[in-house]
Nanobody, 119 residues
């Protein structure tokens, strides 16, 4: 059973910072492309940041230099450092992983962690 467990969410004031972590209990973690998504109430799920198994990183435009995604393959973890948070960043943040192995693509989600930014 693949498991991604997020942590680090919470309540923070506007301008503050949070660090989200996603711990994976899977084999071949280093081969996974990993990402963070978020979903705010009444809004669609959107990509926040992704990091490939080769370390290539992409951010959504709204990140605007405020967030940093990283991974530690030895610890099977991916993290999202979020700075200069604003109320528009309030959402449930979820960890996502995808692997393509021998022509078969598998993808998995964590349960999500709530981030609330007060004004």
């Amino acid at each position: 059973q693949v498991q991604f467990v997020e942590s680090g969410g919470g309540l923070v004031q506007s301008g503050g910072s949070l660090r989200l972590s996603c711990a994976a209990s899977i084999s071949l973690f280093s081969l996974y492309d990993m990402a963070w998504y978020r979903q705010a109430p009444g809004k669609q799920l959107e990509l926040v940041a992704k990091i490939t198994n080769g370390g290539r990183i992409n951010y959504a435009d709204f990140v605007a230099g405020r967030f940093n995604i990283s991974r530690d393959n030895a610890k099977k973890m991916v993290s999202l450092q979020m700075n200069s948070l604003n109320p528009e960043d309030t959402a449930i943040y979820s960890c996502y992983g995808k692997i393509n192995l021998m022509g078969t693509t598998r993808e998995y989600w964590g349960q999500g962690t709530q981030v609330t930014v007060s004004s």
